[in-house]
């Protein structure tokens, strides 16, 4: 197996946009996959994190989602881009949907085998995405659960929401409000909440905080990457 990095610059909704695909030339037809990164954008954690999912056996986009050139260097920057990007719930939905398109161009990228992961903003994305009706089979979400404020479509994606405890930015309210969204919709969801877990538990780089609202915590990531194995594993197989 020899996984390849391969930049794309296509024009969708809102400008150019340039991000990466992730995947073994030579594995024939596979199933495509977005990752969206976190609120500063497409970096190398997200390219070496679409290695391994790649190495699962999929044919991988990272998504650029903010523009070609435009990526948060600071807290000050990234938070800019982000009222930026959701600012437009609607126009941000047509820009997901203009990235899942570009997943099929991929080589070999099996017709309605697709499916989504994504972190903080990320996981915005891949709800707004599924929420948008869009014909992708599984969703895994890493934080961020807030409705668009737009009706939904029928969806019909599977979802995995990989929830830490603590995270400020997704309080029991809005936990239970996306179990009661989803749960109206008839979807199949899961849910699994993780103890001493904050938001940004899978960022290596990011110390754990003194009250694990925030920050790395490498069981939360162990686990919830074992999750979503098996979560693609019944999705998939």
Same mark, same amino acid.
């Given at each position: 197996?020899?996984? /390849?990095?391969?930049?794309?610059?296509?024009?969708?909704?809102?400008?150019?946009?340039?991000?990466?695909?992730?995947?073994?030339?030579?594995?024939?037809?596979?199933?495509?996959?977005?990752?969206?990164?976190?609120?500063?954008?497409?970096?190398?954690?997200?390219?070496?994190?679409?290695?391994?999912?790649?190495?699962?056996?999929?044919?991988?986009?990272?998504?650029?989602?903010?523009?070609?050139?435009?990526?948060?260097?600071?807290?000050?920057?990234?938070?800019?881009?982000?009222?930026?990007?959701?600012?437009?719930?609607?126009l941000m939905r047509?820009?997901?949907?203009?990235?899942?398109?570009?997943?099929?161009?991929?080589?070999?990228?099996?017709?309605?085998?697709?499916?989504?992961?994504?972190?903080?903003?990320?996981?915005k994305c891949v709800?707004?995405?599924?929420?948008?009706?869009?014909?992708?089979?599984?969703?895994?979400?890493?934080?961020?659960?807030?409705?668009?404020? +737009?009706?939904?479509?029928?969806?019909?994606?599977?979802?995995?929401?990989?929830?830490?405890?603590?995270?400020?930015?997704?309080?029991?309210?809005?936990?239970?409000?996306?179990?009661?969204?989803?749960?109206?919709?008839?979807?199949?969801?899961?849910?699994?909440?993780?103890?001493?877990?904050?938001?940004?538990?899978?960022?290596e780089d990011t110390?754990?905080? /003194?009250? /694990?609202?925030?920050?790395?915590?490498?069981?939360?990531?162990?686990?919830?990457?074992?999750?979503?194995?098996?979560? +693609?594993?019944?999705?998939?197989?």
């Open positions: 197996m020899a996984i /390849e990095r391969h930049v794309l610059v296509y024009e969708a909704p809102g400008g150019t946009y340039e991000s990466m695909a992730v995947y073994d030339p030579a594995a024939g037809e596979q199933p495509g996959l977005l990752l969206f990164p976190n609120f500063f954008g497409t970096k190398e954690w997200d390219f070496a994190r679409a290695e391994k999912v790649a190495a699962l056996g999929f044919k991988v986009l990272v998504v650029d989602y903010y523009g070609q050139g435009k990526r948060g260097t600071s807290m000050e920057e990234g938070s800019k881009l982000l009222a930026e990007l959701v600012a437009d719930r609607a047509d820009k997901l949907k203009a990235h899942l398109a570009e997943l099929h161009k991929l080589p070999h990228v099996k017709p309605g085998r697709v499916a989504a992961i994504g972190f903080c903003l990320g996981g709800l707004d995405l599924a929420r948008s009706g869009a014909d992708i089979a599984g969703v895994v979400n890493h934080g961020v659960y807030d409705p668009p404020g +737009f009706p939904n479509a029928p969806m019909v994606a599977k979802l995995l929401i990989c929830h830490g405890w603590n995270d400020p930015l997704c309080p029991p309210e809005a936990t239970v409000g996306l179990a009661k969204e989803l749960t109206d919709a008839d979807v199949d969801w899961q849910l699994i909440a993780y103890s001493k877990t904050g938001h940004s538990y899978t960022t110390p754990l905080n /003194e009250d /694990e609202s925030f920050g790395f915590q490498p069981d939360t990531d162990r686990r919830s990457w074992q999750a979503m194995v098996n979560f +693609f594993a019944e999705t998939f197989g």
